[in-house]
């Protein structure tokens, strides 16, 4: 796989040392962290846990889109999950422009029109977070009972500051 050839010669090291776990598909702690793409952040780490203790979402701007809510029922009703936590960041390029700034800029750097495809831009984080939050509050699918919360990750200084 022309292009790959650091990943699978790392995972050949990987597989050297591997230790098959007892970890199951299970959320052991019944968590689920919807988080961005940045890799600034280790959510895990984050919060204390470990491989098998939450699970893991993400998109660019840690938004609660359709396919978050879809995976989000699957993970309440299957996977133990009970408490889910919506964690955006400090210094997220979703933050940095409108809807139109994003677009033009895909366009000056690559050529590609990227106006059919909502990005979703935040204007307001905490803002965005309520919308968030909101959205899955009100989703009539999860399973009942969950606990869901909101918190914003400091790039620059590693604190998780909680939102209601």
């Known amino acids: 796989m022309k292009g790959f050839e650091d990943i699978f010669t ?9 230790q098959s776990s007892a970890l199951t ?14 890799s600034r952040i280790a959510p895990l780490a984050i919060m204390g846990m470990q491989p098998g203790d939450a699970k ?18 699957l993970a309440t009703h299957l996977l133990n999950v009970s408490r889910i936590l919506v964690m955006p960041h400090t210094d997220c390029r979703m933050a940095s422009g409108t809807e139109a700034e994003i677009h033009a800029a895909i366009l000056e750097k690559s050529g590609v029109d990227t106006r059919s495809v909502e990005i979703r831009t935040v204007r307001d984080p905490l803002e965005a977070l309520e919308i968030d939050l909101d959205r899955i509050r009100s989703f009539p699918l999860l399973a009942t009972n969950i606990k869901v919360a909101g918190a914003i990750f400091n790039v620059a200084t590693g604190e998780l500051r909680s939102f209601a």
């Open 10 to 18: 790392a995972n050949a090291q990987y597989v050297q040392d591997f």
């Open 25 to 38: 598909g299970q959320a052991a702690r019944g968590l689920a962290i919807i988080t961005c793409i940045d």
């Open 56 to 73: 893991i979402i993400r998109n660019a701007g840690a938004r609660v889109t359709d396919d978050v809510l879809r995976t989000l029922v």
